[in-house]
Nanobody, 123 residues
Framework: QAQLVESGGGLVQAGGSLRLSCAAS????????MGWFRQVPGKEREFVAA????????RYADSVKGRFTISRDSAKNTVYLEMNSLKPEDTAVYLC????????????????WGKGTMVTVSS
């Protein structure tokens, strides 16, 4: 079955950078909206960024706008999240999403989730 696997998380100092990757097991996701969400213990999942199937439209949460960049490589069935100027409040488990919905911020239609990669930003 279709799977999404995140990687690239880790520990970084405030102001540093990380690049997250989300590898899709099937090319089916080449026509899907793909995005990143994050979650901390005891809180609801939060939208971070999304990109449409062609890579021509992107959306970002206000909290990360100007610092994070989402991109996708259809040939590799992979979506990336470049995170710069990281802040301690960015600490969370980052989860990859792929869906066939029409919204870039709210997953709809057929939706798939990765299990997440942990990002820890130290002060």
């Amino acid at each position: 079955q279709a799977q999404l696997v995140e990687s690239g998380g880790g520990l970084v100092q405030a102001g540093g950078s990380l690049r997250l990757s989300c590898a899709a097991s099937e090319s089916t996701f080449s026509t899907y909206v793909m995005g990143w969400f994050r979650q901390v213990p005891g809180k609801e999942r939060e939208f971070v960024a999304a990109i449409n199937w062609s890579g021509t439209i992107t959306r970002y949460a206000d909290s990360v706008k100007g610092r994070f960049t989402i991109s996708r490589d259809s040939a590799k069935n992979t979506v990336y999240l470049e995170m710069n100027s990281l802040k301690p409040e960015d600490t969370a488990v980052y989860l990859c999403n792929a869906n066939s919905g029409t919204s870039l911020t709210l997953p709809g239609g057929r939706a798939y989730w990765g299990k997440g990669t942990m990002v820890t930003v130290s002060s």
